[in-house]
């Protein structure tokens, strides 16, 4: 069968309702196979992917089938050449949504987003409120759904369809009533009126910490500046406003991160963004570099400097020694990104000696480095002392309690590793009401 590039309009009136005593969607079933009708949904999937044109009910009849992600991303890639599908997808595509948040999985929601469908539209044909039904599927499938809830969020859901009194305190446990004792703004009131004494009786024992948490922190979060989101679309790194949720109780932290990071992007600075990220252990430093590299969705690699004993394990030794072709891991990761956007987190960099931190000078200065070896997994590198572009990488270094000071800034003996924005972790794990 020739396969066309016309999407198929359907409202989201024709799909099944919601069973509004269990809170699950009704079943939607992948066509059968004529060729074959004991296939996987998966394979199905891609024979009508490769057939038939693109629906919105096909999509969510994959994601109820259990299809892969993989599998139901290719589906979506494989129609992007017509024009219609990103608005297709943005208008009427939240369906999806909904049964992606009914498996629990972060990737689907993910891919979904990824893809332009909106989290914020609403739609009248289910009975709850899209990031209600996460909660309260989650809850009687004894499912942890913090991730799903976190990323629905962060992708504009309004925080406010949850009774506000609910989670306005959020470390007190949400009573079943309406608590009279907390006052709430009264435009809050409506988004939350769908709320029946009935659902409000399942929701609160469904809305556990970090539910409630989250909620309060994207009450509280403001919306990109227009001159941001500008350079962030410019640049492609949309998610990056996302990292307040990824990081308990930092907000300070992830706003001085954001900052810079927007900031060296728009003055379109030819130097590596080199950042110390300072802290007791366990308080989200390590974290927090992920978490760049996950939402910029570049690379990352992480050094543990307490390992370097001098420059020739940060580095690798040079050609002629011996295992000089083996590399280091550092090494071989610029060669590897030589001129890419990535992340460089050097763990423990207060355990390092002043011959290493001289020995990172040039490199987080001015970009400039030259590969000293090289590991066969280097296609970027063809011989030793092969000069790499490592100006994109932003830098962080963590544990520098001992080198920089918050308060007064750095010490002597760090003020020859560079002009370092520290960032200080906040001893507190718990947010600051």
Not at 94 to 104: C, D, F, K, Q, T
Not at 138 to 150: F, L, M, N, P, Q
Not at 397 to 425: C, D, E, F, K, Q
Request: aromatic share 8%; with cysteine; charged share 20%.
């Amino acid at each position: 069968m020739k396969k066309t590039n016309k999407t198929k309009k359907e409202s989201a009136a024709t799909f099944p309702h919601m069973d509004n005593d269990k809170f699950v969607l009704l079943p939607l079933e992948l066509p059968q196979d004529i060729y074959d009708d004991q296939a996987l949904p998966d394979e199905r999937l891609r024979r009508l992917g490769s057939s038939h044109s693109f629906s919105i009910k096909t999509l969510c009849a994959a994601i109820h089938s259990k299809c892969t992600v993989d599998t139901i991303k290719w589906y979506i890639q494989t129609h992007q050449a017509s024009t219609s599908i990103g608005k297709l997808l943005s208008n009427d595509g939240w369906p999806a949504l909904y049964y992606a948040a009914e498996r629990n999985s972060g990737g689907l929601i993910t891919v979904l987003l990824q893809h332009g469908v909106e989290a914020k539209t609403s739609g009248t044909s289910f009975s709850i409120p899209l990031i209600a039904y996460a909660i309260i599927h989650g809850h009687i499938e004894a499912r942890d759904t913090s991730d799903a809830v976190k990323l629905l969020l962060a992708a504009g859901c309004d925080p406010t369809t949850i009774p506000m009194d609910m989670w306005f305190k959020f470390l007190e446990t949400p009573t079943k009533v309406p608590n009279p004792s907390i006052k709430v703004p009264t435009d809050s009131l409506q988004p939350s009126a769908w709320c029946t004494p009935r659902i409000r009786s399942i929701l609160a024992p469904s809305l556990h910490l970090t539910h409630r948490y989250l909620l309060h922190l994207a009450h509280g979060l403001a919306s990109l500046r227009p001159r941001m989101l500008q350079i962030s679309k410019a640049h492609k790194m949309t998610e990056l406003s996302k990292l307040p949720y990824f990081l308990i109780g930092q907000r300070p932290a992830t706003d001085i991160v954001m900052k810079h990071v927007y900031s060296h992007i728009s003055l379109g600075s030819r130097t590596p963004l080199v950042m110390g990220f300072a802290g007791p252990s366990g308080h989200g430093k390590t974290e927090l570099a992920r978490a760049m590299g996950d939402l910029l969705s570049v690379k990352t690699v992480v050094i543990d400097m307490a390992a370097c004993r001098d420059p020739r394990a940060l580095f690798g030794v040079t050609a002629g020694y011996d295992r000089s072709w083996d590399g280091s891991k550092l090494n071989n990761f610029l060669a590897a990104n030589s001129g890419k956007r990535s992340v460089v987190f050097l763990d423990e960099f207060d355990k390092t000696d002043q011959d290493l931190r001289n020995a990172l000078l040039l490199v987080t200065q001015s970009g400039t480095y030259f590969a000293l070896s090289f590991a066969s997994t280097c296609a970027n590198v063809k011989q030793a002392n092969t000069k790499i572009d490592a100006t994109t990488p932003p830098w962080t270094a963590s544990r520098l309690s001992g080198l920089w000071r918050p308060t007064s800034g750095m010490t002597s003996s760090a003020s020859t590793m560079l002009n370092i924005s520290s960032v200080w972790m906040r001893r507190s794990g718990m947010p600051q009401t």
